[in-house]
């Protein structure tokens, strides 16, 4: 399966040129539409201005994790495109809530997010994922998944994050669920960029 990165150019799917030799960051996950992006950036807006720093994502950023590679050679791509290919042949696309924020604290600072209602097509989803990787060879997820979209990092509330959840009303905002991405992590300068390799749509093409 290693080498042959022609072979998952397929009608559905889109990835740009992949670069020989070296080493890519690259990560699992559910890509979100702008409207989807537009929401969350607003209550990320409505959370700064109760802080009094912070590392805020770029809107373009914005994405759902679903499982972090960590570096992984060229060759080894098509291995994690036939894992992609096999879960999404098991699983049909639905809808997830964005219903709250969290933070995950660290001292005075922390990393807040947008959290997912409990959902069990994104668990069942995250559980074939996790064995069709295994049987390519990539270890687990140790922790399991804990869905959330990172607003920011190293942010620092002036009254208590409990303050920032009580101010910032989050929507409930829909995800709609259609497609898994391979994703790589680009260093630009100082900025960091997501791009996708390979995105698989899930079973049902139909689906809105």
């Not at 290919?85 to 922390?110: A, I, V, Y």
């Not at 898994?180 to 139909?206: A, C, H, T, W």
Request: charged share 30%.
């Amino acid at each position: 399966m290693k080498g042959r990165h022609g072979s998952f150019q397929k009608k559905g799917s889109r990835r740009p040129f992949l670069q020989k030799g070296g080493s890519m960051r690259t990560f699992i996950a559910i890509e979100l539409e702008e409207e989807v992006k537009d929401a969350l950036e607003g209550a990320q807006q409505q959370a700064a201005e109760l802080c009094r720093k912070g590392n805020y994502t770029p809107k373009e950023n914005f994405h759902l994790t679903l499982h972090f590679l960590g570096e992984i050679r060229p060759e080894e791509v098509d291995d994690v495109v036939q894992a992609m290919m096999e879960t999404t042949r098991r699983n049909r696309p639905f809808e997830l809530k964005l219903d709250r924020l969290g933070f995950f604290p660290r001292g005075r600072e922390g990393i807040l997010w947008a959290g997912v209602e409990k959902s069990v097509p994104l668990q069942r989803l995250f559980q074939q994922l996790e064995i069709s990787l295994g049987k390519q060879g990539f270890a687990r997820e140790k922790k399991g998944l804990s869905p959330h979209i990172t607003l920011g990092r190293e942010v620092e509330p002036y009254r208590g994050f409990a303050d920032v959840q009580k101010q910032v009303k989050m929507e409930n905002i829909t995800i709609k669920v259609k497609a898994i991405s391979l994703m790589e992590s680009v260093r630009r300068g100082r900025n960091l960029f997501y791009r996708p390799l390979f995105v698989q749509p899930l079973k049902d093409k139909s689906f809105y």
